[in-house]
Structures are given as C-alpha cells and as structure tokens.
C-alpha cells in the first residue's frame, strides 16, 4: 500500500524556485510528522524541514531563509516550496512519515518514505 508520492522534480537554474509535492494517505497525513529529506550523490540523507502535527517547523541551517514546508489538509498534501535555489541543492528529494501513532503507541523514526524526486540546480 502506497502511503507517499512525490511530485514536482526537475531542473532549475540557480536562483529559480521549484516546488515539490507530496500526497499521503489520510492515515499518515492524520498521525504522522512529516517531512522532506535529501540526499545528495555519495552523501547520507539528510533531513531538510518537517511539520509535525501541531504546525511547527523545522529547517536545517543550509535551507533557513530559502525552503518553506507547508500543508493542505482537506487535500493530504505536503509542499516544499524551494526559493533561490543554490547548486548544493542538487539532491534526491524524499518526503517521510516521522514519528507515526499506530492507536498503542508512536513508532519513532521514519516509519514511511516516499520514492524520491530529483531536483538538479544548474549555474
């Protein structure tokens, strides 16, 4: 059962703007934190920005100022809107489940990944 597809990949010019999407299962959308991960070529991946379930963000300090992660609810959507755009961008991009409640208890870590979308800024 599918529980994460990204969207919205491709190519940008450094400085450019792309906006990546990612429709979840009600299910997750209602009992998991979510969030964006990336991973460049020969690196681990890395946790960009997450939303958990009260509306607080968080951003790593290479994206702050640049990245915004949001949510339509009605929809199960997740949006990571990228503004200037740098090279060292160039990644993978993965949407997770984080931190799931089952109805017992939380499983902590990332409990769903989505299949990943390229995103390649060029100078």
């Known amino acids: 059962q599918v529980q994460l597809v990204e969207s919205g990949g491709g190519s940008v010019q450094a400085g450019g703007s792309l906006t990546l999407s990612c429709t979840a299962s009600p299910y997750v959308f209602n009992n998991c934190d979510m969030a964006w991960y990336r991973q460049a070529p020969g690196q681990e991946r890395k946790l960009v920005p997450s939303?958990?379930?009260?509306?607080?963000?968080k951003y790593s300090d290479s994206v702050k100022g640049r990245f915004t992660i949001s949510s339509d609810k009605s929809k199960y959507i997740l949006y990571l809107q990228m503004n200037n755009t740098k090279i060292e961008d160039t990644a993978v991009y993965y949407c997770a489940a984080d931190d799931c409640w089952n109805g017992i208890e939380m499983k902590i870590g990332t409990n769903y990944w989505g299949q990943g979308t390229q995103v390649t800024v060029s100078s």
């Open positions: 939303l958990d379930g009260l509306g607080t963000t």
